[in-house]
């Protein structure tokens, strides 16, 4: 057995004495004999490179499977191995593994425009099923620029500059720092080679003095914790050499004027711990203004958990402190990876809640997916799976929500584009306009001069608000009479449908107020946006029916809101809601949580007043202790032609016209609004109440989306008040 693979084991018996030694010995001949005959160009046999991206799994300390998939992690693209073999000798989690590393390896990073290198780090992200597979491919990266030296000059600073733009951040966003750290200063060596010499030779020189100086503050804090009976290790740090460079040139600063060139780093058992020593620091020391910074109670994106602090030693000279808990470390150091640790005793499931904790703070960090509850509830372990990123023809990466077909690309590109579409090739192969494109296809549009410009039914196929929008924007400029015309017919359409008649409803009595909630000055301004698509029939049906009803005060009885039953289908009720096991039911949407479809919800049985809706998450549900017996299951009808009232609240910094843009751009998006109610604090904080008459927890999610980007807004929260 080869030298390197011993070690490896030893590693690896050293963390996990559990460990599967058989399975990865397989997999290390395999590999071996799969590689056999190739060569690194440092002329080492090719194994060693394999063997090596497992030793850096197994400081990891990642369990026997992931470290054998890091063994085989070559063998499907390099080697004759195929897929099938190395699924019957090693099983479908290692292969699913292996090949999500080799698909990886596919995708032509040789893009030189900045604009596309986020999508392609979102787009390495949203091809990885299963988190080990982005570690295991930061793994072979950090070897191949450990070993960099090897390859031509060229090369060189094709793989650094492609490891400092795309593989650099994704390890930041996963929260691996020190695989960040390495990376970034390997990098930084074969790109700035003369800068990153003349750096290490300053920091030696002043390494000496700085180093005493250091150890005298050290040996001060490490005696004044021990008398404080507070555990902690002291730890002097050199910050890595990128981050100085970085900070050298961003704030035109030399050498001695950055504070945390060396720093101190103390890390003790627990948060309470963290806040005392921090006390003491600043006790000991005059703290810098400006400079502390609590990522404990705020903490960073990528969850990094620490407290900082700039302090003046008793020379002058300023020094910072890292202030953290042994699991922050932890955090800090190897971020998403430490929650794939082995950990003895501990099922794999049990780790679960904190890998999807993560995964929901990835897709936080993306501002643009919709909904993160919606996503945590949905999703194990796919990232992204609301965006798909596509090429085009000439290989630039697009992304576009998920389930968006080739007209959504084509209006992506351009209206004109879309406008003028005939066809749609996808991986060189002609596809109807309605298939759902897929990460990394390729897709070509095929337009015609002649083209007489989208269908109307492209809008029930297209993902993509932007296109819908666009095609709409078509309709809109054509012929205001044919529009006008064509609304009037859907609308006609729809009553029949729910079996109304029109005279009666479209009285000037019921309309008017309606149209005026909507923003159109006419009738005909409201068929004619039902026209384009602008809004739709039965929002404006479902509003006439409201008025029409309050005219005609008569109680319709339970058993006609119920919707006869259609093949098989459950029926929804009024509001939509289906309660189980029970037909005819009075049911309430509560108040104070206001749930809309979508929401997870459940019905609560009250005395004599049928079954109140309640969100799941609902303060009072949560509160009830007697709610068990109480509790019904309710699910949301499928179609429904309701609208729904929902409260939220918006906090922002108060400024001026802070309440018209919010409504504005309410209004913008034809979203009726209940009730707005606007409140400031003493301290300058704007509390501004809106309740919104809604279809669903979608375009709650839209508002809530466009509401946040407005500037000073920094909290919203949906309605879920105490009784
Ligand atoms: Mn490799």
Redesign the pocket.
């Known amino acids: 057995m080869n030298k390197q693979f011993n070690e490896l084991v030893e590693i690896i018996k050293a963390y996990n004495p559990n460990s599967n030694i058989e399975l990865i010995t397989e997999a290390y001949l395999f590999a071996k004999q799969a590689h056999e005959g190739q060569m690194r160009a440092s002329k080492e046999p090719f194994i060693s490179?394999?063997v090596n991206?497992a030793k850096i799994l197994a400081t990891l300390e990642l369990n026997s499977k992931t470290i054998a998939a890091g063994i085989l992690?070559?063998v499907i693209?390099?080697t004759d191995a195929t897929y099938e073999q190395v699924k019957e000798k090693f099983g479908s989690e290692i292969v699913t593994m292996v090949d999500g590393?080799s698909k990886l390896?596919m995708i032509n990073l040789d893009t030189k425009k900045e604009q596309q290198v986020e999508n392609i780090r979102k787009m390495l992200l949203a091809m990885t099923k299963d988190i080990r597979v982005i570690i295991i491919k930061l793994s072979?990266?950090l070897?191949?620029m450990r070993t960099l030296e090897f390859v031509t000059r060229e090369k060189q600073i094709f793989k650094a500059t492609e490891t400092l733009e795309v593989y650099a951040p994704i390890a930041h966003r996963l929260g691996m720092s020190a695989f960040k750290w390495e990376l970034e200063d390997l990098s930084f060596r074969y790109l700035h080679t003369d800068e990153y010499y003349n750096l290490v030779k300053i920091i030696s020189s002043k390494r000496k003095a700085r180093e005493s100086y250091i150890d005298s503050i050290k040996k001060t804090i490490s005696k004044n914790l021990e008398e404080r009976n507070i555990s902690a290790t002291v730890e002097g740090r050199v910050k890595h050499l990128f981050s100085i460079y970085n900070k050298m040139k961003k704030q035109e600063k030399s050498i001695d004027q950055i504070y945390d060139l060396f720093a101190l780093r103390i890390i003790v058992d627990n948060v309470n711990d963290c806040y005392a020593v921090l006390g003491f620091i600043h006790d000991m020391y005059k703290p810098m203004p400006g400079r502390f910074k609590d990522y404990i109670s705020m903490p960073k994106n990528n969850r990094y958990q620490s407290l900082h602090t700039t302090v003046i030693g008793s020379k002058g000279q300023p020094f910072e402190v890292q202030i953290r808990s042994k699991e922050m470390h932890q955090i800090a150091e190897l971020g998403i990876a430490a929650h794939w640790r082995y950990k003895q005793g501990v099922k794999e499931q049990e780790n679960m809640e904190s890998k999807l904790a993560w995964l929901r703070q990835l897709v936080e960090w993306q501002s643009d997916t919709s909904d993160a509850d919606e996503f945590y509830d949905t999703l194990k372990v796919d990232l992204f799976t609301d965006e798909v990123f596509v090429f085009t023809p000439t290989g630039d990466v697009k992304n576009l929500p998920a389930g968006s077909t080739s007209i959504d690309f084509a209006y992506y590109i351009h209206s004109a584009v879309g406008n003028k579409m005939i066809g749609a090739k996808i991986n060189n192969k002609m596809e109807p306009l309605s298939t759902i494109l897929e990460n990394g296809d390729i897709v070509e549009i095929i337009t015609s001069a002649s083209s007489k410009g989208p269908s109307r039914d492209w809008l029930k196929v297209v993902a993509s608000s932007s296109a819908k929008s666009k095609i709409r924007q078509f309709f809109k400029k054509e012929n205001r009479g044919e529009n006008i015309e064509k609304g009037k017919e859907m609308v006609e359409r729809e009553l029949k449908r729910q079996k109304l008649v029109f005279s009666e409803i479209f009285n000037p009595k019921y309309y008017d107020a309606t149209i005026k909630k909507y923003n159109f000055k006419t009738l005909d301004d409201a068929f004619c946006a039902i026209g384009y698509a602008g809004i739709t029939a039965n929002k404006i049906i479902s509003r006439l029916k409201e008025e029409y009803r309050k005219d005609h005060q008569v109680e319709i009885p339970i058993e006609e809101l119920v919707v006869p039953k259609k093949d098989n289908v459950p029926s929804g009720n009024e509001q939509g809601i289906i309660v189980k096991e029970i037909t005819n039911c009075l049911v309430k949407i509560s108040q104070c949580c206001t749930p809309v479809p979508g929401d997870d919800i459940v019905g609560y049985i009250t005395r004599g007043r049928g079954v109140t809706i309640h969100r799941k998450d609902c303060i009072n549900i949560i509160n009830d202790k007697g709610f068990e017996e109480r509790q019904i299951e309710v699910l949301w009808a499928k179609n429904t032609d309701s609208n729904y009232n929902a409260e939220i609240t918006i906090k922002a910094y108060d400024r001026n016209n802070l309440l018209s843009e919010i409504t504005n751009l309410i209004n913008d998006m034809k979203i009726a609004m209940r009730k707005v109610e606007a409140n400031a604090t003493d301290d300058g904080i704007a509390i501004i109440k809106v309740m919104v008459e809604i279809a669903g927890k979608e375009e709650l999610s839209k508002i809530i989306k466009k509401v946040k980007r407005l500037s000073g807004v920094f909290e919203i929260t949906r309605k879920n008040k105490r009784k």
């Open positions: 490179h394999p991206v992690h070559d693209e390099d590393v390896s072979d990266r070897h191949n």
